[in-house]
C-alpha cells in the first residue's frame, strides 16, 4: 500500500467523488493509459501509465506535442491508483486536485524495452501509446532535479517529448489543443463542471461498498470502456440532452 500513501494522504474522501487508492492486480502484458485534463488553479494534463498496479503520473503543463522538436515540462506527481482512471467530475474546490477533471485520452501503451522500471529509475523512459489522440513513440527524459544534495523531497522534472515517426507532426506543435472534448462522454470542461451527473460512481465506495461490485459487473464495464469512440459520442449526446 505504500506506493499510494500519498495519494491517500492528500484526499478527504468523505468529501471529494474521486476514488480512494487500491493497488491494481497487473492485467496480462497490455498496460493502459490516460491523460486526464485537469482545470485546476492552472489548466493541465495528467499523464498516467499503468506500471506495477499504479498509474505513474506526471501532470503535463501544456496540451502534448506531436512536434519532436517541442518539449513538454511533465511534472511527476504521486502514483495514482488504476481505479482513477475512468475518473472524470468536478474535485470540489479546497480539496487536493480542486477543479473539473476531463478523460482526455485513453488506450494502451508498451515500453521501448524489457525493463520499464529501470528506465524509468534511470530517468530516461521511452514507450508507444495507442490511444484515442496519442499515438506512437514518445520519450519522457528527467531533469536534472533543482533540489539536488538537500534533504527535503525534491518534485521531479521530467520532458514529455514525441519521437519521430509517422504521427509526428513536425512544425505543428499546438495540433493536439483543438481536442477539448472528452473521449468517455464527448462532453467539454465546461459540461462536465455543470453536469449534474458524475462519471464515476465512487459514492458507493464511501458507503462502505467498495466490494460490492461483482467480477462480471467488471467485466462489463471494462467492456463498455472499450467502446468505440462513435458509440461513445453518440451514447454522450443521449445523455446531454
Ligand atoms: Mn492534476
Do not use: C
Not at 4 to 16: A, I, P, Q, S
Not at 163 to 183: F, K, M, N, Q, W
Not at 206 to 230: F, L, N, Q
Amino acid at each position: 500500500m505504500a506506493r499510494l500513501t500519498d495519494y491517500n494522504r492528500k484526499r478527504n474522501f468523505g468529501v471529494t467523488s474521486e476514488p480512494p487508492g487500491r493497488i491494481a492486480k497487473a492485467v496480462g502484458k497490455a498496460r493502459r493509459f490516460v491523460i486526464q485534463r485537469h482545470d485546476a488553479t492552472r489548466l493541465h494534463y495528467d499523464l498516467r501509465l499503468e506500471l506495477d498496479g499504479v498509474y505513474k503520473s506526471w501532470a503535463v503543463t501544456k496540451v502534448p506535442s506531436l512536434d519532436p522538436a517541442t518539449k513538454r515540462l511533465a511534472v511527476e506527481v504521486e502514483d495514482h491508483p488504476i481505479d482513477y482512471g475512468t475518473f472524470e467530475g468536478t474535485i470540489p474546490e479546497g480539496e487536493y486536485g480542486g477543479g473539473t477533471v476531463q478523460l482526455w485520452d485513453r488506450g494502451k501503451w508498451l515500453p521501448q524495452s524489457a525493463t520499464p522500471e529501470k528506465d524509468l529509475a534511470k530517468g530516461n523512459f521511452k514507450f508507444v501509446m495507442d490511444g484515442e489522440r496519442m499515438k506512437g513513440g514518445w520519450a519522457l527524459i528527467r531533469l536534472r532535479d533543482r533540489d539536488e544534495g538537500r534533504k527535503r523531497n525534491p518534485r521531479h522534472n521530467w520532458l514529455l517529448i514525441k519521437e519521430t515517426d509517422d504521427y509526428a507532426r513536425p512544425g505543428d506543435p499546438e495540433a493536439l489543443a483543438s481536442e477539448t472534448t472528452s473521449v468517455k462522454t464527448g462532453r467539454t470542461l465546461d459540461q462536465i463542471a455543470g453536469g449534474s451527473h458524475k462519471v464515476w460512481h465512487s459514492n458507493r465506495a464511501a458507503k462502505g461498498d467498495a466490494t460490492a461490485k461483482s467480477p462480471a459487473k467488471r467485466k462489463a464495464s471494462a467492456k463498455s470502456a472499450r467502446a468505440t469512440p462513435s458509440s461513445v459520442k453518440s451514447k454522450a449526446k443521449k445523455k446531454l440532452r
